[in-house]
């Protein structure tokens, strides 16, 4: 029995591999000029949402292992961009909040992240873009 070979660009798992890829090369170095890693302008965009995230709840919605999400927040706290707070909750729990600079340092960084987007989205054109977040969603649920 004899079993045809498919590229390895014929598998799902590797055509999204290789988009997140080119994405996130474009994304570093657009955020590279403002000095911020792609996981920080994910800390602050998920902060911008105003809501009081544990670092656990954070770490899981910014795609980070807790440990590695913890260092950065260091190096946010140092750099300004960001304070923790104990959680009015539960006192054993830390919130992380944006700080003014943070705020506005967010918004240089998105404008640079909604530009990337509006690319891709030309290239796949608005509903397509909308159709493949739609079906990415749905991978991840």
């Given at each position: 029995m004899q079993t045809s070979a498919n590229s390895i660009q014929d598998y799902l798992s590797y055509a999204l591999a290789a988009a997140h890829r080119k994405m996130t090369?474009?994304?570093?170095?657009r955020l590279k000029r403002h000095g911020i890693q792609i996981e920080a302008w994910r800390i602050l965009e998920t902060l911008e949402s105003g809501q009081r995230l544990t670092m656990g709840?954070?770490?899981?919605?910014?795609l980070m292992n807790p440990p590695?999400?913890?260092?950065l927040v260091d190096r946010m706290v140092s750099d300004g961009?960001?304070?923790?707070?104990?959680?009015?909750a539960d006192?054993?729990?830390i919130n992380v909040l944006p700080t003014a600079?943070?705020?506005?340092?967010?918004?240089?960084i998105r404008q640079e992240v909604q530009e990337q987007d509006t690319e891709y989205q030309s290239l796949l054109g608005k509903e397509e873009a909308d159709k493949l977040i739609k079906l990415l969603r749905d991978v991840i649920q």
């Open positions: 090369s474009s994304l570093t170095a709840q954070l770490a899981e919605v910014v590695t999400l913890t260092k961009l960001v304070h923790r707070q104990v959680a009015q006192q054993r729990q600079l943070g705020k506005k340092r967010m918004l240089q």
